[in-house]
């Protein structure tokens, strides 16, 4: 069975930085494009960032360019979120995703698998 759980979520101040990870058991990453994705109560799952699965391509929606990076280490199984400089707009429930498809998109609707979510609150 394929599953993914996220993990590193927590309280962070704005400005500091935390990883999320992403690990997979049941099968290989590799073969898989993932994505983060968040969400916070009454409104939509929104696309944070993405990889692809064959040169690990990336996307981010432009909210965190430059501030958030995806990055994947197919030995150990795992996608990982380095959240840097946070904001408070950023607190949220973050989740990962696989697809699939050899190409990197946000949409949530391409992905056919979930964790269960980690929550993030950036806050002094």
């Known amino acids: 069975q394929f599953q993914l759980v996220e993990s590193g979520g927590g309280l962070v101040q704005p400005g500091g930085s935390l990883r999320l990870s992403c690990a997979a058991s049941g099968r290989t990453l590799d073969a898989y494009a993932i994505g983060w994705f968040r969400q916070v109560p009454g409104k939509e799952r929104e696309g944070v960032a993405c990889?692809?699965?064959?040169?690990?391509?990336?996307f981010y929606t432009e909210d965190v360019k430059g501030r958030f990076t995806i990055s994947r280490d197919n030995a150990k199984n795992t996608v990982y979120l380095q959240m840097n400089s946070p904001k408070p707009e950023d607190t949220a429930v973050y989740y990962c995703?696989?697809?699939?498809?050899?190409?990197?998109?946000?949409?949530?609707?391409?992905?056919?698998?979930w964790g269960q979510g980690t929550q993030v609150t950036v806050s002094s």
């Open positions: 990889i692809s699965s064959s040169d690990a391509t990336t």
């Open positions: 995703a696989a697809h699939s498809g050899d190409y990197e998109s946000l949409s949530p609707y391409e992905y056919e698998y």
